[in-house]
């Protein structure tokens, strides 16, 4: 069975570092990888998604990285800002189940004005 | 805002009401989902509407009865439900199941469900 993990829990920053959060999962046989943004008592925002035959996308200040074969990804954040903060999501599709979406618990983001 | 609109936004319940909750979108989708999420906890898969037929049941008690009406519609009934029901309920959709796997999913901002 496919587990996502995601550290750290809880990242707090100050306003104009660039940071990077973790993704990892257990199972390489993905179809796909999504990022995702929760506010607080919102829904998701999708960021990126990576095609399992990728190796990275760019979104702005956003770069989302994966390394199939380990069972990573990363999202990296250049010059955060306080709207960055937020809730970030990572989520896969299996490729023998691509009916489904199996997402991590996520990493809870502070950045300090 | 988003486009995928969900109503209610806020529902208190007692655990023998019967409410549905709604969930609507334009963008043409054809693939519609239904996720609950406890608080502090990740999304989890409910149902999947493919073509407004049901392809996947992630063993969801009967309390819990979808519907897809049409392929902007997708409704959940909900009946008898306990306390620890009470979670947000988030509908998504995708433009497709079947033709190609890389489509982003759409998410609403959920129904905040309270069970008395």
């Known amino acids: 069975k496919q587990e996502v993990t995601q550290i750290p829990a809880a990242l707090s920053v100050p306003e104009g570092e660039n940071l990077v959060l973790n993704c990892s999962f257990t199972?390489?046989?993905?179809?796909?990888l999504q990022w995702f943004r929760q506010d607080p008592g919102k829904g998701l925002t999708s960021l990126l998604l990576?095609?399992?035959?990728?190796r990275e996308q760019t979104s702005g200040r956003l770069n989302a990285s994966l390394d199939k074969s380990s069972g990573r990804s990363t999202l990296y954040i250049a010059a955060s800002q306080p709207g960055d903060s937020a809730t970030y999501l990572c989520?896969?599709?299996?490729?023998?189940?691509?009916?489904?979406?199996?997402f991590g618990a996520g990493t809870r983001l502070t950045v300090k004005p | 805002d988003t486009e995928v609109t969900q109503t209610p936004k806020h529902l208190v319940m007692g655990m023998t009401n019967k409410k549905s909750l709604k969930c609507e979108q334009h963008?043409?989708?054809?693939?519609m989902y239904w996720y609950k999420q406890k608080a502090k906890k990740p999304p989890e898969l409910m149902f999947v509407?493919?073509?407004?037929?049901?392809?996947i049941n992630e063993s969801v008690p009967s309390r819990f009865s979808p519907e897809c009406p049409n392929s902007s519609l997708l409704n959940l009934h909900l009946h008898a439900l306990q306390p620890e029901d009470s979670a947000l309920y988030l509908c998504?959709?995708?433009?497709?199941?079947?033709?190609?796997?890389?489509?982003?999913?759409?998410f609403g901002d959920g129904t905040r469900l309270s069970i008395l």
């Open positions: 199972d390489s046989a993905i179809y796909n």
């Open positions: 998504a959709s995708s433009q497709d199941l079947m033709a190609g796997w890389d489509q982003p999913q759409h």
């Open positions: 963008m043409g989708h054809r693939a």
């Open positions: 990576i095609q399992s035959s990728q």
């Open positions: 509407y493919s073509y407004e037929k049901l392809s």
């Open positions: 989520a896969v599709r299996p490729l023998y189940n691509n009916n489904d979406m199996r």
